[in-house]
C-alpha cells in the first residue's frame, strides 16, 4: 500500500545561480514539478509514495528519476518517452524570494502521458491520490487525468487537488477556468492560493471561496495566504492558521511542502476524512505552515523539503 499517490508533471526548475567569471547568468538544475515536490516532503517525514507521470529519454529525465528514488518516491509508474522533451522551467527570483516562470514545454513530455500508461494497480493501492492541473492543460493527459481520478473514485482513496495556476501553460484564462473547476466533483481535499480563489470560485474572498468549496461537498478546502498563513474551511469551521515568520531565501516548492506536510498528517489519521475534527484540522494545518516555513530558508524544492525532527522543533520552540 502507498500512502499518497501523486500524478502530473515533473520537470527541471532552473534557478538562478549568480553570475559566471564573465558576467553571465548562471543557473542551477533544480528537479521539480508540484506534484513530485508534495511527495518529496510526505516521503521525507517518513510516508510511502507513489509517482505517476512521464518524462524525456534525455539527461533531465533520467536526472528526475535518480532524483525521486533518492527520495524514497516509487517511480514504477514514471514512464520515459523518447519522442518528447522533459518539461523545463525557468525561474526568476525577485528580491523577496517571490518567482516568476517561463516554460520549455511546446510539447513537454509529460503533456504527453497516455491511459496506456497508468498503472491502476497503483492507485488502487494508495489512501491518497494527489493531482494538479497542469495535466489538464493538453490532450492526451487531460483525459489521462480523468482515467486516474475514476480509478482513484473506485479505489474510495481521498482526492487531493491543488489547481497551482500558471497562466503561461494555459491558452487562455477562461479555458483555465473551465478545467479547473470540472474536477472539482472528484476532490475530497483541496489546496489553493489567495490568488487562485477567484479562477476556482468567482469569489475573491478566501473564506467566502472556503465556504463555497465546502459547500460542493469538499471536506477540507485550504487557501494559503502567504506570510499570513492559510485559512481551512470545513462544514464545521471556516479559521485563519497564521504562518510564521522565517527569512526568506526561496519560495520555491513552499506551498508543496505546505500541502506534502498536510497530506501526510491526514494520512497519519485512521477512519474517514469526514470523521476528522475540525480542531484536528487547524491544528494539521499549524504543522504544514512550520513545513513550509523551514522549506523557504533554503534553494530549490525538492532539496528544500524538511525532516519531521525540524518540524518539531519549530513547533516547541514557538510554543
Not at 490532450?139 to 473514485?153: I, Q, V, W
Request: with cysteine; glycine share 8%.
Amino acid at each position: 500500500m502507498f500512502d499518497i499517490t501523486a500524478f502530473g508533471e515533473l520537470l527541471i526548475d532552473y534557478t538562478p545561480a549568480g553570475k559566471s567569471p564573465a558576467g553571465m547568468d548562471l543557473f542551477e538544475q533544480n528537479p521539480g514539478g508540484a506534484p513530485a515536490n508534495v511527495l518529496a516532503c510526505a516521503s521525507r517525514l517518513g510516508q510511502k509514495t507513489a509517482f505517476l507521470g512521464k518524462i524525456g529519454v534525455d539527461l533531465q529525465g533520467e536526472f528526475l528519476r535518480k532524483t525521486l528514488q533518492a527520495a524514497n518516491i516509487n517511480t514504477d509508474g514514471l514512464i520515459s518517452d523518447e519522442n518528447y522533451f522533459t518539461t523545463l522551467a525557468f525561474v526568476s527570483l525577485l528580491e523577496n524570494g517571490e518567482r516568476s516562470f517561463s516554460f520549455a514545454r511546446k510539447p513537454g513530455a509529460d503533456t504527453k502521458i497516455c491511459r496506456e500508461d497508468i498503472n491502476p494497480s497503483i492507485i488502487k493501492n494508495s489512501r491518497i491520490f494527489h493531482f494538479g492541473s497542469l495535466s489538464l492543460t493538453d490532450s492526451p493527459a487531460r483525459e489521462t487525468t480523468y482515467f486516474a481520478l475514476d480509478e482513484a473514485k473506485k479505489a474510495n482513496c481521498i482526492i487531493s487537488y491543488d489547481p497551482n495556476y500558471r497562466p503561461l501553460l494555459w491558452k487562455s484564462k477562461e479555458l483555465a477556468k473551465e478545467q479547473m473547476r470540472a474536477v472539482l466533483p472528484y476532490v475530497s481535499i483541496i489546496k489553493l492560493s489567495d490568488e487562485e480563489t477567484t479562477l476556482i470560485t468567482d469569489h475573491a474572498d478566501p473564506q467566502v471561496a472556503g465556504k463555497y468549496l465546502v459547500d460542493l461537498g469538499i471536506s477540507i478546502a485550504a487557501v494559503t495566504l502567504g506570510k499570513h498563513g492559510v485559512l481551512i474551511a470545513t462544514k464545521d469551521g471556516c479559521e485563519t492558521v497564521p504562518g510564521f515568520s522565517v527569512d526568506a531565501i526561496d519560495t520555491t516548492g513552499a506551498g508543496d511542502a505546505f500541502w506534502g506536510a498536510f497530506l501526510y498528517s491526514i494520512g497519519e489519521l485512521r477512519g474517514t476524512i469526514e470523521e476528522i475534527k475540525f480542531s484536528k484540522v487547524l491544528e494539521i494545518a499549524k504543522f504544514a505552515n512550520a513545513a513550509a516555513a523551514l522549506c523557504v530558508t533554503k534553494r530549490g524544492a525538492i532539496p528544500a523539503m524538511p525532516q519531521l525532527n525540524d518540524i518539531v522543533k519549530l513547533l516547541e520552540k514557538l510554543k
